[in-house]
């Protein structure tokens, strides 16, 4: 079968490319640049503790060493600290790493990797679709035709394959737009990044707005001022200046040593593609949504688009197509997408209305701190990582439900379990394979040597149902989960989110969560009496590896 095609070689675009080679896909990855990305100091990304995880389980490379996670969270208004968080266990750190670094990761992951061919100096001009295929051309020294099972388009905001496509891009130019420095010095508050709003040195005018300092690894600061509306020009020395007074506002009064690494200008716009997919073509990333006002984080997003895009593709790849479940990335991913950018847009004329009637409100400032701590951290509204619990994917009601603390379509908590080898692994671990997980809550199992428990209690029925599901699925054991009663039985899918939890071995409830989450089978399309024999011959095989006990 012929390989999937990734339009464009950003971090959503090489990160797909791993995560399909992982299952087994091959891919041929179009960038249109030279194969290397050029060293941006103040173009930097922030990662919440799922997605950076996603990318180390991809590249092998601990990101955290290349990077830095926070120590902790300020936001200040004037003199007062207003907000502060301290991170831990409780709350992971968000990972900040410049983008090259990233990317130089996945390209060095992908330099090893049979399955991936990356063709540079290729720019997409062309595109055809067929009942079969997907036909790309591209321009350039090696100007060629290209042949592809399905095309993906990670090509940005200006997509050519969005374009081409005729996919309406409909939103807001010019969100927000801020003046940017990488610097290496010192500041007051090491390693916590700093969110400060009315700084007292600036107590008027468009400039008085909003400052952020993030730290980086090696004693890197990026500095992020927010403009004024309207299309002031940033000129070097308007950019000095900021850099001179905010460092020597936040040190008493005197320019403390700096050395400039890079400057910039950013600019927010909010965007959504009216459809992800048209028939073997994808939307991902930049191409597909434009988000990041009040501090949301428009890569996290599409690294997710990536993780859940990829195992549905590998499913389609080697099985044969699965209509539903390729119509579920679109469903999903852009519920959660649009959502995010409609609570951003709401909470944007309460946070730069520039006063009313709410400035005068007692509290009203401090909960604007902490609904733009939100966004900066991906909490709340403006940042959590979005549950998939409307989703097509999701199961009918069961008659073994249980409740545990993780809502059935959010993503998974990242305990330790026992795997098939009797090793103890991070269950983020197992993800990305392409197989369904099976997770037993069995506590005591984590003190005995698994040869004692693997053929007791409810484990041989259990592992008869996991063999009888409908795609490959891996069986783990856990001690604890939030919120899970002892003998609780959680189905994940791919991607670490959660399709349900059942009291016990349930073969049947087992057998139809399973299904519904790959998208129903050709079985299930032509007649529910040929699902309902299939789960019970779920049934029927726990029962025998019960009886073989």
Not at 26 to 51: F, H, Q, S, Y
Not at 76 to 82: A, G, I, S
Not at 240 to 267: F, I, K, N, Q, S
Not at 510 to 517: C, Q
Request: aromatic letters at 4%; a neutral charge.
């Amino acid at each position: 079968m012929d390989p999937v095609i990734i339009v464009g070689a950003g971090p959503v675009g090489l990160t797909l490319a791993l995560a399909l080679a992982r299952q087994e896909v091959p891919c041929v990855v179009l960038d249109e640049g030279p194969g290397k990305d050029e060293p941006r100091p103040a173009r930097t990304v922030v990662l919440r503790d799922d997605t950076a995880a996603l990318l180390e389980r991809l590249t092998g490379v601990p990101l955290a060493h290349e990077g830095l996670r926070w120590a902790g969270w300020r936001s200040m208004r004037r003199k007062q600290v207003m907000c502060e968080v301290a991170f831990g266990d409780a709350e992971p750190a968000p990972l900040h790493i410049a983008q090259h670094v990233l990317t130089g990761a996945l390209r060095a992951a992908l330099a090893g990797e049979r399955l991936v061919r990356i063709a540079v100096d290729s720019r997409l001009d062309a595109l055809e679709q067929e009942p079969s295929g997907v036909t790309a051309h591209t321009r350039g020294p090696k100007g060629t035709w290209w042949r592809g099972s399905y095309l993906v388009g990670c090509d940005g905001p200006r997509s050519t394959v969005r374009k081409l496509q005729d996919i309406r891009f409909p939103g807001r130019t010019a969100v927000e737009r801020h003046a940017v420095a990488a610097l290496r010095t010192e500041l007051p508050w090491h390693d916590e990044a700093l969110l400060h709003r009315t700084p007292p040195w600036r107590t008027s005018g468009p400039s008085a707005g909003e400052i952020s300092a993030r730290p980086l690894h090696d004693g890197v600061w990026r500095l992020d001022w927010l403009l004024p509306p309207g299309k002031e020009l940033v000129t070097p020395e308007l950019l000095l200046t900021r850099v001179r007074e905010t460092l020597a506002g936040w040190a008493g009064g005197t320019t403390p040593p700096y050395e400039l690494l890079d400057t910039g200008v950013h600019t927010v716009h909010h965007r959504l593609a009216r459809r992800w997919r048209a028939d073997r073509v994808f939307l991902a990333g930049d191409a597909a949504h434009l988000l990041g006002a009040l501090g949301t984080h428009g890569l996290d997003e599409g690294l997710r688009d990536a993780d859940n895009l990829a195992w549905k593709l590998a499913l389609a790849w080697h099985h044969g197509p699965h209509e539903a479940l390729l119509d579920s990335y679109q469903t999903e991913r852009r519920a959660i997408v649009a959502s995010r950018l409609r609570a951003a847009d709401q909470a944007l004329p309460l946070l730069r209305g520039g006063g009313g009637l709410r400035s005068y409100v007692p509290g009203s400032s401090r909960g604007h701190d902490v609904l733009l701590m939100d966004g900066h951290l991906g909490r709340g509204a403006l940042g959590a990582p979005g549950s998939y619990a409307g989703s097509p994917l999701a199961p009918g009601p069961l008659e073994g439900e249980a409740p545990v603390a993780t809502p059935p379509g959010a993503a998974v908590t990242d305990v330790v379990v026992t795997a098939e080898n009797g090793t103890f692994v991070r269950l983020r671990s197992r993800l990305g394979r392409g197989a369904l997980l099976v997770v037993l809550i069995a506590p005591g199992t984590g003190v005995w040597e698994r040869r004692h428990w693997v053929s007791a209690g409810i484990m041989p029925r259990l592992a008869a149902a996991v063999s009888a599901l409908p795609h490959p699925a891996e069986l783990l054991v856990a001690e604890s989960y939030p919120g899970a009663a002892a003998h609780t039985v959680l189905l994940v899918r791919p991607d670490g989110h959660l399709v349900t939890a059942l009291s016990g071995v349930r073969p049947a409830d087992l057998y139809a969560a399973a299904e519904a989450a790959l998208g129903g089978s050709p079985a299930a399309e032509t007649g529910a009496g040929e699902k309902n024999g299939a789960g019970a011959k779920a049934d029927a095989r726990a029962d025998a590896g019960a009886g073989s006990r």
